[in-house]
């Protein structure tokens, strides 16, 4: 029983985590929730990071190539952290990184636990078997 729960557990983080994360892709792509980082061009580091957001984010939500994309989004947030924050200040709190550290430490785990039973991925490896 502890087994089932934990998997749709695992599933349900994945939803959230991907939901979350993919505000941020479109409040820089489409300004929708507004933000002050909105892109003005794709040719540039915030618009890549924009694209990546969304795109990863939407295959997260979706469960969809989950391991190979959490890798990806896991450095993105790497990046994000050391060149955009921690040159403000030691402390996360203060340089407001204490997000892109979460994000790329749950990507992290996603890219060892998967997506868990509610993903494309798993519907995929159960028509496979």
Request: aromatic share 16%; hydrophobic share 55%.
């Amino acid at each position: 029983m502890d087994e089932i729960w934990t998997a749709r557990v695992l599933s349900v983080l994945r939803i959230v985590t991907a939901l979350l994360f993919t505000e941020h892709g479109t409040s820089k792509l489409f300004g929708f929730p507004p933000s002050p980082f909105a892109v003005h061009s794709l040719i540039s580091l915030l618009g890549a990071s924009a694209v990546i957001e969304f795109a990863g984010g939407a295959l997260l939500v979706l469960g969809l190539f989950t391991r190979p994309v959490a890798f990806i989004l896991c450095g993105e947030m790497a990046v994000a952290y050391f060149t955009w924050h921690a040159p403000r200040s030691f402390f996360p709190l203060v340089n407001m990184g204490d997000s892109a550290i979460q994000f790329c430490f749950v990507f992290l785990y996603f890219v060892f636990a998967g997506p868990g039973p509610w993903s494309l991925d798993a519907l995929i490896a159960r028509k496979r078997a």
